[in-house]
């Protein structure tokens, strides 16, 4: 191993294990925060969570949104805020990390970009008879990696090393087709002031860069006013924390794992806790909370729910596992060291935890509160089944002799 070899192991390895870390224990907590959701919107306490998640709590920041609500802080304040993570995490792991070079790249891209399609293809041959709920092509297509790190966490020493970054890698890849997503296909009408307003202080944010201005104060005083230009622009306003992201300054840290000077890594290390612990458990209890009065097997019968439910538990593992096999057998790249072919399965079913991001997304594509039930159901059904199977058939594989990272 080169110096250079070495160097990258290092240096994004101990980034990587603070953020498995993070990640791992703030799936479980997501996990506790969703099922205190779903408990309390189905409780004699139902009517004071409702109200809660929908108190108005800030003033009119565009017509679009009307006055702020606790629900709007957090998917599109707070949540912004967990984009920044993804963006910064995006950002080192290509540039000096274990998505650096091609050869690392093409498996988790080739999983990432299958994992998506398949999902969305079931989706669109369950749903898309319905002209309404065409919309809901891409909730099915996420992969919650809070969730799935932290359904991995339970395995323990039974899940090797390599799988826990495969799942990593390929939940990257698939947080930024993700973003793109987002930004293409649910956006509402621009407005063309705003938008250019948002691009000026993004190149602001570049210019700094290019300068080597290296605190970070600026930058952020300028992600936060990007935030706001973008939020007004019609763009959702999430995406301001992933451009704001590539416009960190990051020095690569060859040999010297995660050094302190790099605004990145600063940055980055500053935010992990704080999305993990609360900001994403958060954002569970806030959109996770549905009334099941009423709702039957009839009602995951429905188009919309069970399009969702599908594409997640069987469109992941079809898309993910298929295409690893088929990369696999063609010489293109190799299986995940130490892991066997029923270990690469349960990993690809874990990749149907869509949670965070399909709920996300689910609540962009559709407003109106019956299908916003429907869409929960379905995110719920298919992420419930995709973990518990997933964990079982992870659970029974021969476990191997390997390191954690």
Known sequence: MTMKERGKQRGSGSALREFLASEAAGGILLMAAAALAMLVANSPWSAGYFHFVHAVTGPELTPKLGPMTVHLWINDGLMAIFFLLVGLEIKREFVDGHLSTWADRTLPV??????????????????GDEAALIRGWAIPAATDIAF??????????RAPASLKLFLTTVAIVDDMGAVAIIALFYTAELNTMALVSAAIIWLAMMGLNRMKVNIL???????????????LSGVHATIAGVMAAFAIPFRRTIAAPDAEDSALHRLEHALVKPVAFFIVPLFGFANAGVSL????VDSLLQPLPLGIALGLFLGKQIGIFGSVWATVRLGLASRPKDASWAQ??????????????SLFIGGLAF???????????????GSLLSAIVGYLLLRLSAPK???DL
């Open 367 to 381: 407003t109106d509160t019956a299908q916003g039930d429907a869409v929960k159901i379905g995110v719920l059904t």
């Open 217 to 231: 104060w600026p930058y952020l005083i300028l992600a936060g006013l990007l935030w706001y230009a973008t939020l």
């Open 401 to 403: 002799s390997h390191q």
């Open 110 to 127: 080739i999983a990432a970009v299958a994992g998506m399609v398949a999902p969305a293809a079931i989706y669109l041959a369950i749903a």
């Open 344 to 357: 690469v399965y349960g990993v690809s079913l874990l990749c149907g935890i869509g949670f965070t991001m």
């Open 293 to 296: 009065e009423g709702v039957g």
């Open 148 to 157: 799935a790190i932290g359904v991995l966490a339970l395995l323990g020493s």
